[in-house]
């Protein structure tokens, strides 16, 4: 594929929300906004939120647990919106119902738990994808389709960032709490390493340096990954600064810079040795769309996973994401 498909012309399928926090309002507004499918439930363990959630987007069922949402026969598919913490526990009781399942990034705490998911999801043969939206986006394969024609030659290096400046946040916050798996990785971190594991695959060394915050989640990592005798990436995420954001891919016959957020819609610009250079640029409103499109493209056609991430994909970034973690000495409480 070298352009993304429009996300209206994907089939329609019956969504439900599981945690209707910051980001399930994003997925929302992408599904009602620049979809055909819709929003037929959202549950909470507040019905309160469930019911604000269910006003603002035009939600038509409202539930004051995730059990009696996974168990609404209107609902086809489950957004499991939930902390990192949940998400295991979350997409199990999901699959457990018989529902198909798109799990917020990052996938789980650790690669354990990953694992179980997708045992169980393939025991269920339900459809079930990590949310990481960013490699539907119509930059992204566009930006394939670039170096698949090797339009800057060999790749050698990949340079990544994702900073947010979200130090002043409470102890309490999500992001800064261990209980919740906070910290830097799992939330910001996961799109340089799964950007780097959708251009180069699965890295053959990793090498981490960490900052911890008092509360021992990570504030600060910068990763160096290994890809054979002479590949390498350099990525960096932090919860103390709002950095760039951008990404470079270099190459034996020249480079492409994407403008930041690079994990966002946005534009790239190849640049060849040779001095000539090419701009791709579509703009796009929301991006979340993309990937509801294409968990609704796979479960009309019968598909339990998607080729664009399979769930052996996420496994690895998981597994990437646990080494850097045992690296800098972050551990989350119960694994």
């Given at each position: 594929?070298?352009?993304?498909?429009?996300?209206?012309?994907?089939?329609?399928?019956r969504?439900g929300?599981?945690?209707?926090?910051?980001i399930a309002?994003t997925f929302?507004?992408?599904?009602r906004?620049?979809?055909?499918?819709?929003?037929?439930?959202v549950g909470?363990?507040s019905?309160e939120?469930a019911?604000?959630f269910?006003?603002?987007?035009?939600?038509?069922t409202?539930h004051g647990?995730y059990?009696?949402?996974v168990?609404?026969p209107a609902?086809?598919a489950?957004y499991?919106a939930?902390?990192h913490s949940?998400?295991?526990?979350?997409?199990?009781?999901?699959?457990?119902?018989?529902?198909?399942v798109l799990v917020e990034k990052?996938?789980?705490?650790n690669?354990?738990?990953?694992?179980?998911?997708?045992?169980a999801?393939?025991a269920a043969?339900?459809?079930v994808m990590?949310?990481?939206w960013?490699?539907?986006?119509p930059?992204?394969?566009a930006?394939?389709s670039?170096?698949?024609r090797?339009?800057?030659?060999?790749?050698?290096?990949?340079?990544a960032?994702?900073?947010?400046?979200?130090?002043?946040?409470?102890?309490?916050?999500?992001?800064?709490n261990?209980?919740?798996a906070?910290?830097?990785?799992l939330?910001?971190?996961v799109?340089?390493v799964?950007f780097a594991?959708?251009?180069?695959g699965?890295?053959d060394s990793?090498?981490?340096?960490?900052s911890l915050?008092?509360?021992?989640?990570?504030g600060q990592?910068?990763i160096?990954?290994?890809?054979?005798?002479?590949v390498q990436?350099?990525l960096h995420?932090?919860?103390?600064s709002?950095?760039?954001?951008?990404?470079?891919?270099?190459?034996?016959?020249?480079r492409?810079e994407?403008?930041?957020?690079?994990y966002?819609p946005?534009?790239?610009?190849v640049?060849r040795?040779d001095?000539?250079?090419?701009?791709?640029?579509?703009?796009v409103?929301g991006?979340?769309?993309y990937q509801a499109?294409?968990?609704?493209?796979?479960?009309?056609?019968?598909?339990?996973?998607?080729?664009?991430?399979t769930?052996?994909?996420?496994?690895?970034?998981?597994?990437?994401?646990?080494?850097?973690?045992r690296?800098?000495?972050?551990r989350?409480?119960?694994?």
């Amino acid at each position: 594929m070298t352009h993304a498909e429009d996300p209206r012309t994907a089939p329609s399928i019956r969504w439900g929300v599981l945690g209707p926090g910051g980001i399930a309002r994003t997925f929302a507004r992408a599904v009602r906004d620049h979809t055909a499918s819709r929003i037929v439930a959202v549950g909470s363990r507040s019905e309160e939120r469930a019911a604000a959630f269910a006003s603002e987007f035009g939600v038509p069922t409202v539930h004051g647990s995730y059990e009696e949402l996974v168990a609404d026969p209107a609902v086809e598919a489950v957004y499991v919106a939930s902390p990192h913490s949940e998400h295991r526990a979350h997409a199990l009781l999901a699959i457990a119902a018989g529902k198909h399942v798109l799990v917020e990034k990052s996938f789980t705490r650790n690669a354990a738990e990953a694992q179980e998911v997708v045992d169980a999801a393939r025991a269920a043969g339900v459809f079930v994808m990590e949310a990481m939206w960013t490699r539907f986006l119509p930059h992204v394969v566009a930006l394939r389709s670039v170096l698949e024609r090797g339009e800057i030659g060999e790749v050698v290096s990949l340079l990544a960032d994702h900073g947010q400046a979200f130090g002043h946040l409470p102890t309490t916050h999500r992001l800064h709490n261990p209980e919740l798996a906070g910290g830097a990785l799992l939330d910001l971190g996961v799109y340089p390493v799964s950007f780097a594991h959708d251009m180069l695959g699965v890295p053959d060394s990793v090498h981490a340096l960490g900052s911890l915050t008092p509360a021992g989640v990570d504030g600060q990592i910068s990763i160096a990954l290994g890809y054979g005798d002479r590949v390498q990436a350099s990525l960096h995420t932090t919860l103390w600064s709002r950095t760039a954001t951008t990404a470079v891919l270099g190459g034996t016959a020249g480079r492409i810079e994407i403008e930041g957020a690079f994990y966002r819609p946005t534009r790239f610009t190849v640049v060849r040795d040779d001095g000539s250079t090419a701009t791709f640029e579509q703009p796009v409103d929301g991006g979340f769309q993309y990937q509801a499109a294409e968990v609704a493209r796979r479960i009309a056609a019968g598909e339990t996973e998607s080729p664009v991430i399979t769930l052996e994909n996420t496994i690895e970034v998981m597994r990437t994401m646990d080494e850097i973690r045992r690296q800098v000495g972050v551990r989350y409480p119960g694994e």
